[in-house]
């Protein structure tokens, strides 16, 4: 497994044009015909809303892709998914029960090709409360330090029964809360952090509150990709003390925190802040969350608590996240599609 941590962030996603994407796609469908370059190594079928098709296929992906033999192909939805192809691998990210249905049944019909990911696996990590009982439940050897989720309660309908089931579960002020379901919308993203647990009785079920946890205002964003990791920091919210929590009330909306532009790359950081997590944790994090998940594509949103050297948490596990702003994408992505072909030469038998 190898794990980089890096400090600097790509910049602000260039958008990449339909029709030149099509046209890079049609350009090497061309030089295949005629015998140059040689036949794709690997063919991969690819069903992407229009905002990811834009900040993952960018230009330098497609271009090293076809050095490296490997072809995307653009899904048809209007065509049934069983008439296209062949394929060795299918990319997906797209929302709705029967979408899901329709990969499920491709991936037992056709069991030799590699989804990415399976429906079902995606579907866990859209709820957050399902999400984060994963990591709870991994009881990880603590010799690297202790991974441990937020203490929270979900808050499935009466807004006004907040405060009492706050009071009950010990919930300690200020508390963050997020939509419990993850679609892809905006919505699903919204953050808010209160002051009073009464002031929650303004949000719009269904919930999940969180105690918030002081973490020097920088989280990392671990992305897995197959069983490479890279690791970036990022701003966050800041820091709230005692003095500040007994001068303050009402709940307050933040911007989506973990896909904030801000790199923590050039700030003059605490080191006991800045310091990344170390390397055997991330390690066997990912590979548990990999066995309990099922997923191959993600990035997992880790705090340290401030204080502590080795108490970390993790607020939020993400399925094929915003791999266009990780360093170095490029390379990694097609070195990762590329094993997936070698590992299925492996497992045929030789005759």
Same mark, same amino acid.
């Given at each position: 497994m190898i794990v980089e941590g890096v400090m600097r962030l790509n910049g602000e996603i260039s958008d990449f044009d339909e029709e030149d994407r099509e046209a890079e796609v049609n350009a090497l469908a061309c030089s295949i015909a005629v015998g140059?370059?040689?036949?794709? *190594?690997?063919v991969v079928g690819y069903a992407l809303t229009s905002k990811k098709k834009k900040s993952f296929l960018q230009p330098k992906l497609i271009g090293l892709a076809r050095n490296k033999g490997i072809l995307f192909v653009a899904i048809d939805r209007n065509r049934p998914l069983s008439d296209q192809g062949p394929f060795d691998v299918l990319l997906h990210k797209l929302s709705g029960k029967e979408w899901c249905q329709v990969v499920e049944d491709y991936r037992l019909k056709y069991p030799e090709v590699t989804v990415l990911d399976p429906p079902y696996a995606i579907q866990h990590v859209y709820n957050r409360q399902s999400m %984060?009982?994963?990591? =709870?439940?991994? $009881? %990880? +050897?603590?010799?690297?330090? /202790?991974v441990c989720v937020p203490k929270q309660l979900v808050i499935p309908k009466d807004p006004s029964c907040i405060p009492d089931e706050v009071t009950k579960a010990g919930l300690k002020l200020p508390l963050v809360a997020k939509p419990l379901f993850v679609d892809?919308? @905006? /919505?699903s993203h919204e953050l808010y952090i209160a002051y009073d647990e009464f002031s929650l009785t303004n949000l719009e079920p269904p919930l999940v509150v969180q105690e918030f946890v002081n973490h020097g205002g920088v989280l990392f964003k671990v992305y897995i990709i197959g069983e #490479?990791? *890279?690791?970036?920091?990022?701003?966050? %919210?800041?820091?709230?003390? $005692? +003095?500040?929590? !007994? *001068?303050? &009330?009402?709940?307050? !909306?933040?911007?989506?925190?973990?896909? @904030? &532009? &801000?790199? =923590?790359?050039? &700030? $003059?950081?605490?080191? @006991?802040? @800045?310091?990344?997590?170390? #390397?055997? %944790?991330?390690?066997?994090?990912a590979k548990e969350l990999h066995r309990r998940l099922g997923l191959r594509l993600f990035n997992v949103d880790i705090i340290r608590e401030k204080g502590t050297r080795d108490l970390y948490y993790v607020i939020d596990i993400n399925y094929f996240p915003g791999f266009g702003k990780m360093p170095e994408y490029e390379h990694i992505f097609t070195d990762f599609l590329l094993s997936l072909k070698q590992s299925k030469y492996k497992k045929w038998p030789t005759t």
């Open positions: 140059f370059p040689l036949p794709p *190594k690997l %984060l009982e994963d990591v =709870a439940d991994l $009881n %990880l +050897p603590e010799c690297y330090g /202790k892809g919308s @905006a /919505k #490479t990791i *890279k690791v970036v920091r990022r701003f966050s %919210l800041p820091d709230v003390s $005692n +003095p500040e929590l !007994s *001068k303050i &009330a009402g709940v307050f !909306s933040f911007p989506r925190v973990s896909c @904030a &532009a &801000a790199s =923590a790359d050039d &700030a $003059n950081l605490d080191p @006991a802040v @800045a310091e990344l997590p170390p #390397t055997p %944790l991330l390690e066997r994090l």
